[in-house]
């Protein structure tokens, strides 16, 4: 699942829900559906976070970096090509830990 921004003064419908210009979504696109939207300027595909698994340069991190990693918001096609080249692994975000909430407890008040 990828996540999108509205950009125009539109509301997208999707199956469960509907957004408005400035809200961010997640949705599954196909490819070319995700290619449209984003290049008739209605959707703003937002970044992911991407590992370099080779030598070389892409998009200016390498493998040798002491962090190869980078965020960039690519389209499924040139995702798709990185990633079956080798070049490239996309990060899964790290589920978020639940927050504890402190425990209150009550003061004996003594007259």
């Known amino acids: 699942m990828r996540s999108y921004k509205v950009l125009l003064p539109l509301t997208v419908h999707t199956e469960k829900e509907s957004f408005t210009q400035g809200?961010?979504?997640e949705q599954v696109f196909s490819e070319d559906?995700?290619?449209?939207?984003?290049a008739s300027g209605l959707?703003?595909?937002?970044?992911?976070?991407?590992?370099?698994?080779?030598?070389?340069?892409?998009?200016g991190v390498s493998s040798l970096d002491s962090d190869p990693t980078?965020?960039?918001?690519?389209?499924?096609?040139?995702e798709r090509l990185l990633v079956e080249g080798g070049h490239i692994e996309r990060m899964r975000a790290s589920p978020k830990k639940p927050v504890e909430v402190p425990k209150t407890t009550k003061k004996k008040e003594s007259n």
């Open 23 to 25: 809200q961010v979504f």
């Open 33 to 38: 559906d995700e290619a449209q939207n984003v």
């Open 43 to 59: 959707l703003e595909l937002q970044p992911s976070r991407y590992r370099v698994l080779v030598d070389s340069q892409v998009f």
């Open 70 to 78: 980078f965020e960039a918001a690519l389209l499924m096609g040139q």
